[in-house]
């Protein structure tokens, strides 16, 4: 009895101990340990000819996942606190948004995981080797609203051919937006790469959203598009640049309502 009682104690203040962050009322996987427990996930120094060595990096051979304008890092924090056997990286073209994942990353004590701050096509293209990763995730690309910047937008057929050809046979690619004019463009172009599919409702493990977008997206009542491919294995490198030079651009107009939205979304995210 009195064990018990002192058990119950024990598991009360534990939990008392347990510093878990929330945002947007969401919390945010793992906890925040005691400073002797940190680690560090920030990749500052990045090949300037050539590849990463992922082996090299993390210190072990396991299966990579990485997400690509990860932001603020939710959901490859995520994924690095429950699935510990999975190497991960994230990356960002803003520095302040690594900045606050570097944070999260070193605070919870993670060793499978890095960021770096690296264009999302250079990232692919230049710093992944090829056939290392089994899953590629990318969740709300910047549609980039104005006209003058739709051949900044990320997802083109450049960039799904640089993905097959840094995903291992069968690998995995995860696309979610809430534009649909931004989603009707990207099937059109995946399916020629991948094995693709639309997901109905929410991503199973995180039914209050994976990433800081799609919780403000869902507390908007907007509609988010998601889906998921396997890497169609029997297609060559010439097959990929065939692919690259026939598809259409991403030439397509947003919706107007996502605007003002997206406008001041930056600019508080650019302040927090
Ligand atoms: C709408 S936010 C989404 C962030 C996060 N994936 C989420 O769902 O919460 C778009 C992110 O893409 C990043 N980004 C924009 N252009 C990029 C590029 N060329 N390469 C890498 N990241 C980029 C932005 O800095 C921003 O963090």
Known sequence: MRLTLRKRTGNLQDRKRRKIEREFGVPIAGEILDPQHWTQTALKKLPLDGNLDIQELFG???PLVVDVGCGNGRF?????VWRESFDHLGADILPVVIRYATRRGNQRGLNNVRFLVADGLKFVEKLLPKGSVSELHCYHPQPYHAPEKSLERLLTPRFMAAVHRVLVPDGQIFLQTDSKAYWDYTKSITSHFFNFSER?????????????REILAIKRGMTIYRGSGTKLNHLHEDDLQKL??????????TESYLHKLDYEENLTRQRE
Not at 76 to 80: K, N
Not at 244 to 253: A, G, Q, W, Y
């Open 200 to 212: 109905i409702g929410c991503w199973p493990d995180s039914p209050r959203g994976r990433t800081r």
């Open 60 to 62: 072990r051979s396991a």
């Open 244 to 253: 690259e030079s026939d598809l259409p651009m991403p030439l397509f107009t």
């Open 76 to 80: 490859i924090l995520g994924s690095s």
